[in-house]
Protein backbone atom coordinates (compact mmCIF):
# COMPACT_ATOMS: atom_id res chain seq x y z
CA UNK A 1 0.00 0.00 0.00
CA UNK A 2 1.19 3.31 -0.46
CA UNK A 3 2.74 5.21 2.43
CA UNK A 4 3.06 8.82 2.81
CA UNK A 5 6.17 9.37 1.56
CA UNK A 6 5.80 7.31 -1.44
CA UNK A 7 5.51 9.41 -5.10
CA UNK A 8 1.48 11.08 -5.15
CA UNK A 9 -0.34 8.60 -7.45
CA UNK A 10 -2.08 11.13 -9.99
CA UNK A 11 -5.63 11.32 -11.22
CA UNK A 12 -7.64 12.81 -14.39
CA UNK A 13 -10.14 15.57 -13.18
CA UNK A 14 -12.84 12.69 -14.99
CA UNK A 15 -11.45 10.17 -12.59
CA UNK A 16 -11.70 11.81 -9.65
CA UNK A 17 -15.67 12.87 -10.36
CA UNK A 18 -16.57 9.10 -11.15
CA UNK A 19 -14.82 7.96 -7.98
CA UNK A 20 -16.86 10.62 -6.27
CA UNK A 21 -20.11 9.45 -7.60
CA UNK A 22 -19.66 6.20 -6.89
CA UNK A 23 -18.55 6.46 -3.22
CA UNK A 24 -21.90 8.32 -2.78
CA UNK A 25 -24.13 5.91 -4.39
CA UNK A 26 -24.63 7.22 -7.54
CA UNK A 27 -22.69 4.55 -9.75
CA UNK A 28 -25.34 1.51 -8.45
CA UNK A 29 -28.47 1.85 -10.62
CA UNK A 30 -32.17 2.50 -8.77
CA UNK A 31 -33.34 -0.36 -6.90
CA UNK A 32 -36.60 -1.75 -8.66
CA UNK A 33 -38.16 -1.37 -5.25
CA UNK A 34 -36.49 0.42 -2.10
CA UNK A 35 -36.37 -1.37 0.63
CA UNK A 36 -34.69 -1.29 4.22
CA UNK A 37 -31.84 -3.21 2.69
CA UNK A 38 -31.16 -0.69 -0.02
CA UNK A 39 -31.09 1.84 2.88
CA UNK A 40 -28.80 0.29 4.66
CA UNK A 41 -26.88 0.36 1.72
CA UNK A 42 -26.73 3.91 0.83
CA UNK A 43 -26.40 4.84 4.29
CA UNK A 44 -23.30 2.86 4.26
CA UNK A 45 -22.44 5.11 1.40
CA UNK A 46 -23.59 8.28 2.61
CA UNK A 47 -22.45 8.04 6.42
CA UNK A 48 -25.68 10.16 7.66
CA UNK A 49 -28.50 12.22 6.14
CA UNK A 50 -28.84 15.79 6.65
CA UNK A 51 -32.05 16.87 8.02
CA UNK A 52 -33.45 20.43 7.26
CA UNK A 53 -36.72 21.97 8.14
CA UNK A 54 -36.99 23.78 4.43
CA UNK A 55 -40.29 22.05 2.97
CA UNK A 56 -41.25 24.19 0.12
CA UNK A 57 -40.67 20.99 -2.04
CA UNK A 58 -39.70 17.75 0.55
CA UNK A 59 -37.09 17.46 3.33
CA UNK A 60 -33.71 17.68 3.19
CA UNK A 61 -33.54 13.01 3.92
CA UNK A 62 -36.03 12.35 2.46
CA UNK A 63 -34.65 14.11 -1.31
CA UNK A 64 -31.17 12.70 -0.67
CA UNK A 65 -32.57 9.25 -0.79
CA UNK A 66 -34.99 10.25 -3.78
CA UNK A 67 -31.66 11.16 -5.72
CA UNK A 68 -30.23 7.87 -5.59
CA UNK A 69 -33.95 5.82 -5.38
CA UNK A 70 -35.96 7.90 -7.49
CA UNK A 71 -39.37 6.99 -6.45
CA UNK A 72 -39.94 5.42 -3.15
CA UNK A 73 -41.78 5.31 0.37
CA UNK A 74 -40.54 7.77 2.50
CA UNK A 75 -42.07 5.93 5.53
CA UNK A 76 -38.80 3.61 4.87
CA UNK A 77 -36.75 6.57 6.50
CA UNK A 78 -39.57 7.10 9.33
CA UNK A 79 -39.54 3.48 10.42
CA UNK A 80 -35.43 3.60 10.77
CA UNK A 81 -35.51 6.50 12.62
CA UNK A 82 -38.63 6.88 15.15
CA UNK A 83 -39.87 3.54 15.44
CA UNK A 84 -38.09 0.15 16.81
CA UNK A 85 -35.88 -1.63 15.72
CA UNK A 86 -34.68 2.22 15.73
CA UNK A 87 -31.67 2.06 13.01
CA UNK A 88 -31.03 5.55 12.65
CA UNK A 89 -30.57 8.51 15.45
CA UNK A 90 -31.08 12.27 15.49
CA UNK A 91 -27.58 14.28 16.31
CA UNK A 92 -25.15 16.61 14.65
CA UNK A 93 -23.12 15.58 12.66
CA UNK A 94 -22.92 17.20 9.65
CA UNK A 95 -25.55 19.65 10.20
CA UNK A 96 -28.71 17.99 12.17
CA UNK A 97 -28.48 14.90 10.79
CA UNK A 98 -30.12 11.28 10.40
CA UNK A 99 -27.07 8.84 11.60
CA UNK A 100 -26.92 4.74 11.78
CA UNK A 101 -27.03 3.89 15.99
CA UNK A 102 -23.70 2.61 15.61
CA UNK A 103 -22.30 5.78 14.98
CA UNK A 104 -23.18 7.18 18.57
CA UNK A 105 -20.43 6.00 20.21
CA UNK A 106 -18.16 7.69 18.20
CA UNK A 107 -19.74 11.30 18.51
CA UNK A 108 -19.81 11.11 22.67
CA UNK A 109 -16.58 13.08 22.42
CA UNK A 110 -18.71 15.55 20.86
CA UNK A 111 -21.21 14.70 23.50
CA UNK A 112 -18.89 15.88 26.29
CA UNK A 113 -17.51 18.69 25.24
CA UNK A 114 -20.85 20.41 25.13
CA UNK A 115 -19.65 22.96 27.69
CA UNK A 116 -17.19 24.41 25.82
CA UNK A 117 -18.01 23.54 22.01
CA UNK A 118 -22.21 23.87 21.91
CA UNK A 119 -23.80 27.04 20.24
CA UNK A 120 -22.96 30.23 22.38
CA UNK A 121 -26.63 30.47 22.91
CA UNK A 122 -27.09 27.14 24.05
CA UNK A 123 -23.50 26.92 26.03
CA UNK A 124 -24.66 29.66 27.98
CA UNK A 125 -28.04 28.68 29.18
CA UNK A 126 -26.28 25.70 31.10
CA UNK A 127 -23.75 28.40 32.16
CA UNK A 128 -26.18 30.72 33.41
CA UNK A 129 -29.08 29.12 34.40
CA UNK A 130 -27.67 25.21 35.63
CA UNK A 131 -31.33 25.26 37.20
CA UNK A 132 -33.62 25.37 34.10
CA UNK A 133 -31.27 22.60 32.31
CA UNK A 134 -31.98 20.05 35.58
CA UNK A 135 -35.47 20.49 35.63
CA UNK A 136 -35.73 20.25 32.00
CA UNK A 137 -34.15 17.17 32.05
CA UNK A 138 -36.21 16.12 35.57
CA UNK A 139 -39.24 17.21 33.21
CA UNK A 140 -38.44 14.30 30.21
CA UNK A 141 -37.63 11.90 32.76
CA UNK A 142 -41.20 11.78 33.96
CA UNK A 143 -43.26 13.03 31.12
CA UNK A 144 -40.77 12.34 28.34
CA UNK A 145 -41.47 12.00 24.73
CA UNK A 146 -42.03 16.04 25.25
CA UNK A 147 -41.41 18.84 23.51
CA UNK A 148 -40.14 21.70 24.16
CA UNK A 149 -43.29 24.45 23.65
CA UNK A 150 -44.46 22.14 26.67
CA UNK A 151 -42.13 23.46 29.08
CA UNK A 152 -42.91 26.73 30.83
CA UNK A 153 -40.08 29.32 30.99
CA UNK A 154 -40.67 32.51 32.57
CA UNK A 155 -37.33 33.62 31.45
CA UNK A 156 -37.97 36.17 27.80
CA UNK A 157 -37.16 35.00 24.58
CA UNK A 158 -33.49 35.96 23.28
CA UNK A 159 -33.37 37.29 20.01
CA UNK A 160 -31.28 35.14 17.52
CA UNK A 161 -30.63 35.66 13.73
CA UNK A 162 -33.37 33.10 12.70
CA UNK A 163 -34.85 31.12 15.95
CA UNK A 164 -36.71 32.87 18.58
CA UNK A 165 -36.06 30.19 21.16
CA UNK A 166 -36.78 30.45 24.96
CA UNK A 167 -34.56 29.38 27.17
CA UNK A 168 -36.47 26.33 28.16
CA UNK A 169 -36.06 25.39 24.28
CA UNK A 170 -32.14 26.28 24.61
CA UNK A 171 -31.49 24.12 27.86
CA UNK A 172 -33.38 21.45 25.73
CA UNK A 173 -31.15 21.71 23.06
CA UNK A 174 -27.79 21.87 25.58
CA UNK A 175 -29.20 18.14 27.19
CA UNK A 176 -29.87 16.99 23.51
CA UNK A 177 -26.03 18.19 22.29
CA UNK A 178 -24.41 16.67 24.96
CA UNK A 179 -26.65 13.06 24.61
CA UNK A 180 -28.18 13.38 27.95
CA UNK A 181 -31.57 13.17 25.89
CA UNK A 182 -32.49 12.33 22.31
CA UNK A 183 -35.32 12.68 19.87
CA UNK A 184 -37.97 10.25 20.31
CA UNK A 185 -39.91 11.16 17.10
CA UNK A 186 -41.30 14.20 15.49
CA UNK A 187 -44.83 15.41 15.24
CA UNK A 188 -44.91 18.20 12.51
CA UNK A 189 -41.10 18.44 12.19
CA UNK A 190 -40.87 19.30 16.07
CA UNK A 191 -38.86 16.90 18.09
CA UNK A 192 -40.35 14.98 20.53
CA UNK A 193 -37.35 14.48 23.37
CA UNK A 194 -37.18 11.19 25.43
CA UNK A 195 -33.83 10.23 27.83
CA UNK A 196 -31.09 8.94 25.40
CA UNK A 197 -31.27 5.61 27.29
CA UNK A 198 -35.00 4.98 26.05
CA UNK A 199 -34.60 5.99 22.25
CA UNK A 200 -31.36 4.02 21.41
CA UNK A 201 -31.56 0.29 21.44
CA UNK A 202 -29.98 -1.30 24.58
CA UNK A 203 -26.61 -2.38 22.72
CA UNK A 204 -25.85 0.74 21.83
CA UNK A 205 -26.46 2.21 25.47
CA UNK A 206 -24.12 -0.41 26.81
CA UNK A 207 -21.54 0.48 23.90
CA UNK A 208 -17.94 0.94 25.34
CA UNK A 209 -17.18 4.86 24.85
CA UNK A 210 -14.14 4.64 22.62
CA UNK A 211 -11.60 7.58 23.24
CA UNK A 212 -11.78 10.78 21.22
CA UNK A 213 -8.62 10.09 18.75
CA UNK A 214 -9.95 6.36 17.97
CA UNK A 215 -13.47 8.23 17.53
CA UNK A 216 -12.21 10.86 15.32
CA UNK A 217 -10.26 8.99 13.32
CA UNK A 218 -13.00 6.59 12.62
CA UNK A 219 -15.62 9.64 11.45
CA UNK A 220 -12.63 10.16 9.54
CA UNK A 221 -12.54 6.77 7.62
CA UNK A 222 -16.65 7.04 6.95
CA UNK A 223 -16.23 10.75 5.99
CA UNK A 224 -13.09 8.87 3.03
CA UNK A 225 -14.91 6.02 1.87
CA UNK A 226 -18.24 8.33 1.39
CA UNK A 227 -16.20 10.78 -0.48
CA UNK A 228 -13.76 8.54 -2.30
CA UNK A 229 -11.50 11.17 -3.16
CA UNK A 230 -11.06 14.32 -1.06
CA UNK A 231 -8.98 16.90 0.73
CA UNK A 232 -8.51 17.29 4.53
CA UNK A 233 -10.46 20.51 4.00
CA UNK A 234 -13.59 18.08 2.73
CA UNK A 235 -12.40 14.97 5.25
CA UNK A 236 -12.89 17.50 8.21
CA UNK A 237 -16.26 19.16 7.02
CA UNK A 238 -18.08 15.61 6.37
CA UNK A 239 -18.67 15.25 10.36
CA UNK A 240 -17.41 19.21 11.58
CA UNK A 241 -14.72 17.84 12.89
CA UNK A 242 -11.91 20.28 14.68
CA UNK A 243 -9.17 21.41 12.16
CA UNK A 244 -6.03 20.34 14.33
CA UNK A 245 -7.56 17.29 15.59
CA UNK A 246 -8.60 16.13 11.96
CA UNK A 247 -5.27 16.94 10.18
CA UNK A 248 -3.38 14.51 13.06
CA UNK A 249 -5.97 12.32 12.12
CA UNK A 250 -5.55 12.29 8.70
CA UNK A 251 -1.88 12.36 8.75
CA UNK A 252 -2.06 9.10 10.96
CA UNK A 253 -4.42 7.12 8.42
CA UNK A 254 -1.87 8.10 5.58
CA UNK A 255 0.80 7.24 7.58
CA UNK A 256 -0.94 3.74 7.87
CA UNK A 257 -1.84 3.08 4.51
CA UNK A 258 -5.44 3.91 4.36
CA UNK A 259 -5.81 7.24 2.92
CA UNK A 260 -3.56 7.29 -0.31
CA UNK A 261 -2.33 10.48 -1.10
CA UNK A 262 -2.70 11.74 -4.27
CA UNK A 263 -2.67 14.60 -7.32
CA UNK A 264 -5.88 15.34 -9.20
CA UNK A 265 -6.07 16.96 -12.43
CA UNK A 266 -7.24 20.84 -11.90
CA UNK A 267 -6.81 20.47 -7.98
CA UNK A 268 -4.17 22.80 -6.37
CA UNK A 269 -4.85 21.16 -3.07
CA UNK A 270 -3.55 17.93 -1.65
CA UNK A 271 -5.68 15.16 -2.16
CA UNK A 272 -6.48 11.58 -0.29
CA UNK A 273 -7.53 8.63 -1.92
CA UNK A 274 -9.41 5.79 0.31
CA UNK A 275 -7.34 2.54 0.05
CA UNK A 276 -9.06 -0.17 -1.80
CA UNK A 277 -11.38 2.57 -4.11
CA UNK A 278 -11.56 1.26 -7.82
CA UNK A 279 -12.10 3.93 -10.67
CA UNK A 280 -15.64 3.07 -12.50
CA UNK A 281 -14.98 2.99 -16.06
CA UNK A 282 -17.99 5.08 -15.83
CA UNK A 283 -20.99 6.50 -14.73
CA UNK A 284 -24.87 6.72 -15.87
CA UNK A 285 -26.43 8.57 -13.08
CA UNK A 286 -29.33 10.68 -13.36
CA UNK A 287 -30.87 12.65 -10.38
CA UNK A 288 -31.81 15.49 -9.36
CA UNK A 289 -29.61 16.61 -6.31
CA UNK A 290 -31.49 18.43 -3.24
CA UNK A 291 -30.31 21.53 -1.94
CA UNK A 292 -28.61 19.21 1.25
CA UNK A 293 -27.40 16.16 -0.28
CA UNK A 294 -24.12 15.10 1.32
CA UNK A 295 -22.90 15.54 -2.61
CA UNK A 296 -22.92 19.00 -2.50
CA UNK A 297 -21.67 20.02 1.32
CA UNK A 298 -18.53 21.25 0.61
CA UNK A 299 -19.12 24.02 -2.46
CA UNK A 300 -15.35 24.43 -3.10
CA UNK A 301 -15.32 19.95 -3.63
CA UNK A 302 -18.18 21.11 -6.38
CA UNK A 303 -16.41 23.57 -7.64
CA UNK A 304 -13.45 21.43 -8.04
CA UNK A 305 -15.54 18.21 -8.87
CA UNK A 306 -17.97 19.25 -11.42
CA UNK A 307 -16.62 23.34 -12.12
CA UNK A 308 -19.63 24.06 -10.60
CA UNK A 309 -20.50 26.76 -8.32
CA UNK A 310 -23.21 26.28 -6.52
CA UNK A 311 -25.28 28.45 -3.74
CA UNK A 312 -28.27 28.25 -1.60
CA UNK A 313 -30.24 30.96 -2.31
CA UNK A 314 -33.06 30.31 0.39
CA UNK A 315 -31.72 33.37 2.49
CA UNK A 316 -31.16 35.63 -0.69
CA UNK A 317 -33.71 38.64 -0.97
CA UNK A 318 -35.71 37.82 -3.86
CA UNK A 319 -34.23 40.61 -6.46
CA UNK A 320 -30.65 39.24 -5.98
CA UNK A 321 -31.21 35.25 -6.59
CA UNK A 322 -29.42 34.22 -9.78
CA UNK A 323 -31.41 31.06 -9.83
CA UNK A 324 -33.82 30.68 -7.67
CA UNK A 325 -34.81 29.89 -4.24
CA UNK A 326 -34.93 26.18 -3.76
CA UNK A 327 -32.65 24.89 -6.90
CA UNK A 328 -31.80 21.23 -7.05
CA UNK A 329 -28.37 20.49 -9.20
CA UNK A 330 -29.00 18.04 -12.18
CA UNK A 331 -26.76 15.14 -12.34
CA UNK A 332 -26.83 13.59 -16.15
CA UNK A 333 -24.09 10.76 -16.25
CA UNK A 334 -21.04 11.70 -14.82
CA UNK A 335 -21.74 15.53 -14.74
CA UNK A 336 -23.42 18.36 -13.08
CA UNK A 337 -25.41 20.05 -16.22
CA UNK A 338 -27.89 22.24 -14.42
CA UNK A 339 -30.25 23.89 -11.80
CA UNK A 340 -33.82 23.89 -11.31
CA UNK A 341 -36.03 25.96 -8.90
CA UNK A 342 -38.83 24.10 -8.33
CA UNK A 343 -41.38 24.31 -5.71
CA UNK A 344 -44.40 21.51 -4.38
CA UNK A 345 -47.66 23.34 -4.67
CA UNK A 346 -49.71 20.60 -2.53
CA UNK A 347 -52.93 22.65 -2.84
CA UNK A 348 -52.81 23.19 -6.95
CA UNK A 349 -51.01 19.36 -6.93
CA UNK A 350 -48.76 20.59 -9.21
CA UNK A 351 -44.53 20.49 -9.49
CA UNK A 352 -43.85 23.67 -10.09
CA UNK A 353 -40.60 24.89 -12.23
CA UNK A 354 -39.82 28.37 -11.41
CA UNK A 355 -36.62 28.65 -13.44
CA UNK A 356 -34.52 25.99 -15.04
CA UNK A 357 -30.46 26.63 -16.04
CA UNK A 358 -28.29 24.71 -18.27
CA UNK A 359 -24.76 24.49 -17.74
CA UNK A 360 -22.23 25.66 -20.82
CA UNK A 361 -21.17 21.71 -21.40
CA UNK A 362 -24.99 20.30 -20.95
CA UNK A 363 -25.86 18.14 -23.93
CA UNK A 364 -28.41 18.15 -26.05
CA UNK A 365 -30.32 15.53 -23.93
CA UNK A 366 -30.51 17.53 -21.13
CA UNK A 367 -34.12 18.94 -21.13
CA UNK A 368 -35.86 16.09 -21.86
CA UNK A 369 -34.15 13.95 -19.65
CA UNK A 370 -34.59 16.50 -16.88
CA UNK A 371 -38.76 16.36 -17.69
CA UNK A 372 -38.66 12.35 -16.87
CA UNK A 373 -37.11 12.96 -13.52
CA UNK A 374 -39.72 15.96 -13.00
CA UNK A 375 -42.75 14.01 -13.69
CA UNK A 376 -41.14 11.12 -11.83
CA UNK A 377 -40.36 13.54 -8.84
CA UNK A 378 -43.94 14.97 -9.02
CA UNK A 379 -45.91 11.31 -8.70
CA UNK A 380 -43.58 10.47 -5.56
CA UNK A 381 -44.44 14.03 -4.06
CA UNK A 382 -48.54 12.60 -4.75
CA UNK A 383 -48.97 15.56 -7.34
CA UNK A 384 -50.73 15.44 -10.64
CA UNK A 385 -48.65 17.31 -13.47
CA UNK A 386 -45.50 19.42 -13.78
CA UNK A 387 -45.76 23.32 -14.65
CA UNK A 388 -42.55 24.44 -16.36
CA UNK A 389 -42.04 28.08 -15.95
CA UNK A 390 -40.21 30.05 -19.14
CA UNK A 391 -37.69 31.31 -17.13
CA UNK A 392 -34.12 30.76 -17.91
CA UNK A 393 -32.55 29.39 -20.86
CA UNK A 394 -33.24 25.52 -19.85
CA UNK A 395 -36.92 26.72 -18.81
CA UNK A 396 -37.60 27.87 -22.34
CA UNK A 397 -36.32 24.38 -23.76
CA UNK A 398 -38.55 22.23 -21.26
CA UNK A 399 -41.10 24.87 -21.75
CA UNK A 400 -41.21 23.94 -25.20
CA UNK A 401 -40.91 20.23 -25.13
CA UNK A 402 -43.21 19.81 -22.26
CA UNK A 403 -46.28 21.82 -24.38
CA UNK A 404 -44.79 18.76 -27.36
CA UNK A 405 -45.28 15.98 -25.05
CA UNK A 406 -48.59 17.45 -23.71
CA UNK A 407 -49.99 17.63 -27.41
CA UNK A 408 -48.37 14.40 -28.74
CA UNK A 409 -50.55 12.58 -25.42
CA UNK A 410 -47.20 12.23 -23.25
CA UNK A 411 -47.23 14.38 -20.19
Known amino acids: MTRQGRKRERLSAAEARRIALAAQGFADGR??????????????????????????????HYLTLFGRFGPY???????????????????WGHEASLLPVATQPLLRWRMQRAHDDAWGGIKSVARERPDLVGRVLAAVAER????????????????????????????????????????????NFERLYDLSE??????????????????????????????????????????????AETRKRVAELAEAGELLPVEVEGWSTPAYLWHGTTVPRRVEARALVGPFDSLLWERLRVERLFDFRYRIEIYVPGPKRVHGYYVLPFLLGDRLVGRVDLKSDRAARVLRVLAAHAEPDAPPETATALIDELRGMADWLGLERVRIERRGDLGLEMHAAHQVSHRDGLG
Open 198 to 243: RVLPREVVAAPTPAADEAQRQLVRIAARSLGVAAERDLRDYFRLPT
Open 73 to 91: PPELVDKAAWYAPRRLFEY
Open 31 to 60: PAAPDGRALRKVLKQVGLLQIDSVNVLARG
Open 144 to 187: GPMAASEMEDEAPRRAAPWWNWSDAKRAFEFLFWSGSISSARRR
